[in-house]
């Protein structure tokens, strides 16, 4: 049996202007065929103005386990979200 | 102690991600279901496809290409959620082939007359419909995003086989016969894709314990059934069950007994069309080898240069 093809993600920008989504995976050969087959699959009903697909393997993921040790550096600088600031009684459009 | 957090997880209704620990059992459980939900999916092309040549007129044959393009997604989206589980898409395929991996037993059935994609549509898809809104809420991440995109696009499926069955059930006397027919055929295997009832399905247990599934069959097949009676009346079509009432304090629909010996006698092997499903999926896989094949070399070919 023929080996598997290359696993490539498929990332869709819904509208000009806006980030492109993950979307899912397809099988192909070459990025030609990788950018018609996540047409087909993923865009059957206008659901995409540009596709971008990237091979599986160039993704690098942080590991869900370690997510709080991972992101630990962030939990207690809350002076980043402006709710932290006290603003003067009657201050406006601030 | 992994199991124990594991449970934890999947108690407080966190998702479970592919390289999350995981017990084997669960891993196995789903490879499983989602591969046999996968090849249920890429086999339900056959009986309709049966039609495409022969759809009544040219909204018809769009309508039905576009559907039975839409199963072939839809298997693909799950073949993409079971790959994450660590078994590649030619090991699913060839377990299919070799009969290790199972896929509904409604696609057995054979599609007799045009009335027939009415029945399909409308009931199996409906049936198909109850399952998989319920399984948007399942506990591993792919498969649930996977339901979540085939239900958006899923329930034009029903949609077209119901339109189909009202308008033959007010077209002449043979039109309203055929729907009749057709709804006599596949309504007993419809409510049977649910699967054996609770106190025969050894493996709800821990499927839902680990919450692969939300429903049990029984109370899935019950909510198809409360949906689809009125659906049948509104359209004239009686459906063939002569113990079918409606029980007030239960608020649902009694319905009579499902004959399980020909559930079972179908999902081993017996049923009308088993052995040409299988045949047709390795013939069409044989025959696209070399289509493959060149798709290799064409890549290959492409690197030399671009080296």
């Known amino acids: ?48 103005s540009c596709i971008w697909v990237v091979k599986s ?21 809350m002076y980043r979200h402006p709710t932290f600031y006290t603003m003067p009684e009657g201050s406006k459009h601030i | 102690m992994n199991e124990i957090k594991f449970q934890e997880r999947i108690d407080a ?8 620990w995981m017990p084997d059992a669960y891993r196995k459980h789903l490879i499983r279901q989602i591969s046999q939900h996968a090849h249920s999916e890429i086999i339900g092309m056959q009986p309709e496809g049966n039609w495409i040549t022969r759809a009544p ?40 082939h070799d009969g290790k991996a199972k896929y509904s037993s409604i696609f057995n059935y054979p599609t007799l007359s045009w009335a027939d994609m009415g029945a399909v549509g ?3 898809d409906g049936a198909a419909i109850v399952n998989q809104v319920s399984l948007q809420r399942t506990s591993y991440g ?99 069950d002569t113990d079918l009432k409606w029980n007030a304090e239960r608020g649902s629909y009694d319905f009579g007994e499902m004959d399980w010996d020909e559930f079972w006698s179908v999902v081993n092997g017996n049923g009308p ?12 896989h044989d025959e696209g080898k070399w289509v493959r094949d060149a798709a290799k070399a064409h890549a290959k070919k492409q690197e030399v240069v671009a080296n």
């Open chain 2, 57 to 96: 007129s040219l909204r018809a044959k769009m309508i039905l290409l576009a559907k039975v393009q839409d199963e072939a997604g839809h298997g693909l989206y799950l073949y993409s959620a079971c790959e994450t589980l660590g078994i590649s898409r030619e090991e699913l395929v060839k377990q299919l």
């Open chain 2, 142 to 240: 792919p498969y649930s995003r996977g339901m979540v995109k085939i239900c958006k696009e899923e329930s034009f499926h029903q949609r077209q086989g119901y339109e189909i069955m009202a308008e033959m059930a007010k077209g002449t006397p043979e039109q309203k016969a055929m729907a009749q027919d057709a709804l006599n055929r596949f309504w007993w295997p419809s409510i049977m894709m649910f699967g054996p009832q609770d106190s025969d399905s050894p493996r709800t247990g821990n499927a839902m314990k680990w919450k692969i599934k939300r429903q049990t069959n029984d109370d899935l097949r019950q909510d198809f059934i409360n949906k689809t009676v009125g659906q049948a009346e509104l359209i004239g079509l009686t459906i063939p």
């Open chain 2, 13 to 20: 209704e966190k998702k479970i991600e592919p390289k999350d």
């Open chain 1, 57 to 77: 393997e160039y993704i690098i993921s942080s590991e869900t386990e370690d997510s709080e040790a991972f992101f630990d550096p962030s939990n207690d600088k």
């Open chain 1, 1 to 48: 049996m023929a080996e598997n093809a290359t696993v490539w993600e498929v990332f869709i920008q819904s509208k000009n202007g806006l980030a492109h989504k993950h979307a899912g995976n397809v099988h192909a050969d070459d990025k030609v065929m990788a950018l018609e087959n996540a047409r087909e699959l993923y865009t059957r009903r206008n659901e995409g």
């Open chain 2, 273 to 284: 069309c088993n052995k040409q499903r299988l045949a047709h999926h390795k013939k069409a």
């Open chain 2, 122 to 124: 409308w009931l199996v």
